[in-house]
């Protein structure tokens, strides 16, 4: 393969095969973030744990690389990614970080 990236919390097989690894957080050591479940249900998360061993909680890590290929985005939090998202994929209109 021409370029192999992993975005992971540990070393593993398949990291060995990276060109580049990108070191990620545990969903307990991030601020606040959504995940989707199975059959459409988005999930709210609160931090537990403290700060992440690689320096950048989920978020921080996926800007920067957004940006270095060349879509120049800021998020203050998760909750602008899912507004974003719900703006432009039909699948996730009407889902809102708000809790009501």
Same mark, same amino acid.
């Not at 545990?26 to 459409?40: A, D, I, N, Q, T």
């Not at 320096?55 to 998760?78: I, W």
């Given at each position: 393969?021409?370029?192999?990236?992993?975005?992971?919390?540990?070393?593993?097989?398949?990291?060995?095969?990276?060109? #580049?690894?990108?070191?990620?957080?545990?969903?307990? /050591?991030?601020?606040?973030h959504?995940?989707?479940?199975?059959?459409?249900?988005?999930?709210r998360?609160?931090?537990?744990?403290?700060?992440?061993?690689?320096?950048?909680?989920?978020?921080?890590?996926?800007?920067?690389?957004?940006?270095?290929?060349?879509?120049?985005?800021?998020?203050?939090?998760?909750?602008?990614?899912?507004? /974003?998202?719900?703006?432009?994929?039909?699948?996730?209109?009407?889902?809102?970080?708000? #809790?009501?």
């Amino acid at each position: 393969m021409e370029c192999v990236i992993v975005h992971d919390l540990f070393l593993n097989e398949t990291s060995k095969f990276a060109h #580049v690894f990108l070191p990620g957080s545990s969903s307990l /050591e991030k601020r606040r973030h959504v995940y989707e479940r199975p059959r459409r249900r988005i999930s709210r998360v609160r931090k537990v744990g403290g700060n992440p061993l690689a320096g950048y909680r989920g978020l921080g890590s996926d800007v920067k690389l957004m940006n270095a290929m060349g879509y120049d985005v800021q998020y203050a939090h998760a909750g602008e990614v899912l507004d /974003e998202l719900a703006r432009l994929s039909p699948a996730y209109s009407g889902a809102s970080f708000r #809790v009501a």
